[in-house]
C-alpha cells in the first residue's frame, strides 16, 4: 500500500526462522511484539506456501517510534530477488491476516495460471485471482475507513474533498484521511494541518492530492493521531489547493465539453506548424510544453480517450491540464465517437458509404473556406423554418463578419482566403455537429442553431469570439487587428418570418460592426437601432 521509506530499508534487522504455512494472528501478533520491544529493530518472519521456492515470502516489521503504529511489509522472494507486494501502517492484526492471505492466495493463482497457460490452458483464472484480490482489498479497506476511531466522517458530495483538505489545515490537525469511491482508495496523512504523504492508486505525493481534490463521488473518514514515515508530498498547501481547485475546474470544463472515456479528439488543423502549435500551447494553463506536443501528435481522430491514455499513461493531474489546453485553444474537438460510429454502422447495414455521404456533401460545399456555399444555407435555413413552421421548434440565425483593420482612417479589409478557412475550421470545432455554419451574401458568413434561443447563441457567439482572437490565424496577422462583428435573431423570440429574421440578424451585425460590442443580440424587426439589446463579451 504505501513506499517503502528509507528508516525501513536501512533499520537493524532480526530474522526469525522459516516456517512453511502462512502466518496466524498468533504469529503476526508475536511478530508484533518482538518489534515493540525495540524501537528502530526490522523484524523478519520467512514463510512459505510450498518447496516452490516461488512461493516464498517474507513479512517485515518495524516501530520507527515508540508511541507511532508499526509499519509492516510483505515481499514475495524469487530467484532473481524480492518484490514488494505491499506495505501498510496499523496496529490492527486482523488487517494485516487479511491482507497476507489475499497476497499469498493471488500469487499462487498466477503461478498456476501460469503453468496452464504454458500448457495451453486460457487465460482465466490468473485474471480472475487478481480481481478477486482486488476486491478483497477493498472489502478491508472499506473495513478500515469503517473504523469507530474516526474523528469525522462523511461523503464528498456534502463536503468537497478540498473542504476537508482546508479544514484539516485551518485546524492544524495530525492524522489520516481516508477516501474510497468505489473500489479506489486514496490517503492523505497530516502533520499538524500540512499533509506530508498522499497515496492513491499507483501514484503519490503532490499530483495524488490534486487527483483527490478532483473527486465528486466517495466517502471520507478522519483518523486523529494517525501517523507515517513516508513523506512524498512537497509543495506548500495554497499551492496545492490552487492547484486542484484549477484541476477541478479545467475536468468540469471538459465534461460539460462531452467528454468521457469513450470520447474521442478531433484535430482542428492538420496543416499546423510546430512554432504555432507551441504559441497556442504557451497561452493555456501551466503544463509541460514538450508533453503537451507529444500528447497532440498522438491524436488521430479516432482513438478514444482511453486509447489515447493507454498509450500515454500519465496522472489525471497531468492529462486533464492538457485536453484542457488543446480543447480550449481550438486544436481539437470532442467527439462521441460511440454515437459517430453507430450512425455509421446503421447507414452501412443498408449499404450506404460514408464516403458517398462525403461526396454529396463536396457538392454543396466552398472547397477554398470548407463551409457551405451561400445557397446552400439558404437551403437549410429554409428547411430549419418548415420545422419551425410545423413543429414549433426554435431556431436562432448568427450572421457574422471577420475583417482585418489597416488604421484608423482606412475601411476594414476582407482576410485572406487561408486566414478565412482557419477562421472557419475553429468555429467548425467549436460549435456543435447540428449547427449550419455557411456564407452569407458576399464578405460575410452565418450560422443555424437548431433548437437554440437568443441566450444560447449569444453565449456561442461570444465564445467564439475569444476563439478567434484567441491565436494568429496565419503568422502576418495579429489577432489585434481584427474586426469580429456578431448579430444573432431567433425565431420566433424576435420574429415569425424568415426574411425579417434574417434582417434583424444582419442589422445586428452591423451595429457590431460601427459600434464597440462586438455581439449584439436583435429583440425585434423595427426600423431603428434602440431595439437592439447589447451583449458584452
Known amino acids: 500500500m504505501f513506499q517503502a521509506s528509507k528508516s525501513l530499508a536501512s533499520a537493524r534487522r532480526l530474522r526469525l526462522p522459516k516456517q512453511m504455512a502462512l502466518p496466524t494472528e498468533g504469529d503476526i501478533q508475536f511478530v508484533g511484539e518482538q518489534a515493540r520491544k525495540v524501537v528502530g529493530r526490522l523484524i523478519e518472519l520467512p514463510f512459505s506456501l510450498s518447496q516452490d521456492k516461488e512461493n516464498d515470502f517474507v513479512l517485515n516489521v518495524l516501530y520507527a517510534a515508540a508511541d507511532n503504529e508499526p509499519v509492516w511489509s510483505l515481499s514475495q522472494i524469487k530467484p532473481q530477488g524480492e518484490t514488494k507486494l505491499w506495505q501498510h501502517i496499523t496496529s490492527d492484526i486482523n488487517l494485516i491476516s487479511n491482507l497476507i492471505k489475499d497476497a499469498a492466495e493471488t500469487v499462487k493463482a498466477n503461478a498456476n495460471q501460469a503453468a496452464l497457460n504454458k500448457a495451453g490452458a486460457a487465460p482465466n483464472s490468473a485474471q480472475e485471482a487478481t480481481q478477486k484480490f482486488s476486491t478483497g482489498i477493498a472489502a478491508i479497506l472499506d473495513s478500515a475507513l469503517a473504523d469507530d476511531r474516526a474523528l469525522a466522517e462523511g461523503?464528498?458530495?456534502?463536503?468537497?474533498?478540498?473542504?476537508?483538505?482546508?479544514?484539516?489545515?485551518?485546524?492544524?490537525?495530525?492524522?489520516?484521511?481516508?477516501?474510497?469511491?468505489?473500489?479506489?482508495?486514496?490517503?492523505?496523512?497530516?502533520?499538524?494541518?500540512?499533509?506530508?504523504?498522499?497515496?492513491?492508486?499507483?501514484?503519490?505525493?503532490?499530483?495524488?492530492?490534486?487527483?483527490?481534490?478532483?473527486?465528486?463521488?466517495?466517502?471520507?473518514?478522519?483518523?486523529?493521531?494517525?501517523?507515517?514515515?513516508?513523506q512524498t508530498v512537497t509543495l506548500p498547501f495554497e499551492d496545492l489547493l490552487k492547484a486542484g481547485l484549477a484541476l477541478l475546474e479545467q475536468f468540469g470544463y471538459l465534461e460539460t465539453n462531452g467528454l468521457h472515456a469513450e470520447s474521442c479528439l478531433i484535430r482542428k488543423n492538420a496543416m499546423m506548424s510546430e512554432q504555432e502549435l507551441r504559441i497556442r500551447l504557451s497561452?493555456?494553463?501551466?503544463?509541460?510544453?514538450?508533453?503537451?506536443?507529444?500528447?497532440?501528435?498522438?491524436?488521430?481522430?479516432?482513438?478514444?480517450?482511453?486509447?489515447?491514455?493507454?498509450?500515454?499513461?500519465?496522472?489525471?493531474?497531468?492529462?486533464?491540464?492538457?485536453?484542457?489546453?488543446?480543447?480550449?485553444?481550438?486544436?481539437?474537438?470532442?467527439?462521441?465517437?460511440?454515437?459517430?460510429?453507430?450512425?455509421?454502422?446503421?447507414?452501412?447495414?443498408?449499404?450506404?458509404?460514408?464516403?458517398?455521404?462525403?461526396?454529396?456533401?463536396?457538392?454543396?460545399?466552398?472547397?477554398?473556406?470548407?463551409?457551405?456555399?451561400?445557397?446552400?444555407?439558404?437551403?437549410?435555413?429554409?428547411?430549419?423554418?418548415?420545422?419551425?413552421?410545423?413543429?414549433?421548434?426554435p431556431f436562432s440565425v448568427i450572421i457574422f463578419s471577420i475583417m482585418m483593420k489597416k488604421g484608423d482612417l482606412k475601411p476594414p479589409e476582407n482576410l485572406p482566403t487561408l486566414a478565412i478557412r482557419r477562421a472557419m475550421q475553429r468555429i467548425s470545432q467549436v460549435k456543435r455537429p447540428v449547427d449550419m455554419l455557411g456564407h452569407?451574401?458576399?464578405?460575410?458568413?452565418?450560422?443555424?442553431?437548431?433548437?437554440?434561443?437568443?441566450?444560447?447563441?449569444?453565449?456561442?457567439?461570444?465564445?467564439?469570439?475569444?476563439?478567434?482572437?484567441?491565436?494568429?490565424?496565419?503568422?502576418?496577422?495579429?489577432?489585434?487587428?481584427?474586426?469580429?462583428?456578431?448579430?444573432v435573431a431567433t425565431v420566433p423570440e424576435n420574429c415569425q418570418e424568415m426574411d425579417k429574421l434574417l434582417q434583424a440578424a444582419k442589422k445586428a451585425c452591423e451595429q457590431a460592426r460601427t459600434g464597440r460590442e462586438r455581439v449584439i443580440l436583435a429583440r425585434g424587426v423595427v426600423e431603428d437601432n434602440s431595439e437592439l439589446r447589447h451583449l458584452k463579451p
Open 283 to 393: 497561452k493555456g494553463v501551466p503544463a509541460d510544453i514538450e508533453q503537451q506536443i507529444d500528447f497532440y501528435e498522438l491524436v488521430d481522430n479516432h482513438s478514444t480517450i482511453f486509447e489515447l491514455l493507454a498509450k500515454r499513461p500519465v496522472a489525471k493531474a497531468q492529462w486533464v491540464p492538457i485536453i484542457f489546453n488543446l480543447v480550449s485553444s481550438g486544436l481539437v474537438q470532442i467527439s462521441d465517437q460511440a454515437s459517430q460510429q453507430s450512425r455509421l454502422a446503421s447507414l452501412k447495414s443498408f449499404g450506404i458509404d460514408e464516403s458517398e455521404l462525403q461526396n454529396t456533401a463536396k457538392h454543396l460545399i466552398r472547397t477554398e473556406t470548407g463551409i457551405f456555399s451561400y445557397p446552400a444555407f439558404i437551403y437549410f435555413l429554409d428547411l430549419e423554418y418548415l420545422r419551425y413552421q410545423y413543429f414549433n421548434f
Open 440 to 487: 452569407f451574401e458576399q464578405n460575410e458568413f452565418a450560422m443555424i442553431m437548431p433548437n437554440s434561443n437568443a441566450s444560447a447563441a449569444g453565449a456561442l457567439a461570444n465564445h467564439l469570439v475569444d476563439v478567434l482572437g484567441e491565436a494568429p490565424l496565419t503568422s502576418d496577422i495579429d489577432t489585434r487587428s481584427l474586426a469580429i462583428s456578431f448579430g
Open 155 to 230: 461523503n464528498v458530495k456534502i463536503t468537497p474533498v478540498p473542504v476537508l483538505l482546508k479544514t484539516i489545515n485551518h485546524q492544524k490537525l495530525t492524522g489520516k484521511l481516508a477516501l474510497q469511491d468505489k473500489k479506489v482508495t486514496g490517503e492523505v496523512y497530516f502533520s499538524e494541518g500540512e499533509p506530508v504523504h498522499c497515496l492513491l492508486k499507483d501514484i503519490g505525493g503532490d499530483l495524488a492530492i490534486q487527483e483527490l481534490m478532483a473527486w465528486k463521488e466517495g466517502d471520507y473518514r478522519f483518523y486523529s493521531g494517525q501517523k507515517t514515515l513516508a
